[in-house]
């Protein structure tokens, strides 16, 4: 599945994050997400280590972006979220549930949709997601 409650978890928190002025903590962003607060963590530590966050620690730390809303892909933003490479099928990631790698009459198929997902990712930024 492309996109999990990770993905979800991530843009909802960068929408939120965007809109403050100063660092927002992950307790803040649990809070207000209503969403556990270990697991937001995780996608938190994820984004910070693909550099679309940067976190501060101290009584006036938290989370903000580490870059400009305009250069960042939401591919780039669910590949971090998931931590791999977001796919629609099984079988794009070169894992073919049913062993048919380089046989299965419909991979080339998968493979030129899955194409088209990752370049229109790459095509939509932060900015643009939030603007629309």
Request: hydrophobic residues 40%; glycine residues 6%.
């Amino acid at each position: 599945m492309l996109l999990t409650r990770a993905s979800e978890y991530a843009l909802l928190s960068l929408d939120l994050i965007i809109k403050n002025d100063k660092p927002v903590g992950s307790e803040q962003l649990a809070k207000e997400l209503n969403i556990s607060k270990s697991f937001l963590a995780k996608i938190l530590q994820n984004l910070t280590r693909a550099n679309i966050l940067v976190s501060r620690r101290g009584s006036q730390g938290g989370y903000g972006l580490n870059k400009e809303p305009e250069n960042i892909t939401i591919y780039d933003i669910i590949n971090a979220a998931e931590g791999k490479r977001a796919t629609v099928f099984d079988c794009i990631s070169h894992d073919c549930p049913n062993g048919a790698i380089g046989v299965c009459s419909i991979s080339p198929f998968l493979a030129r949709f899955q194409f088209k997902i990752d370049n229109y990712l790459k095509n939509i930024t932060l900015k643009e997601l939030f603007d629309e």
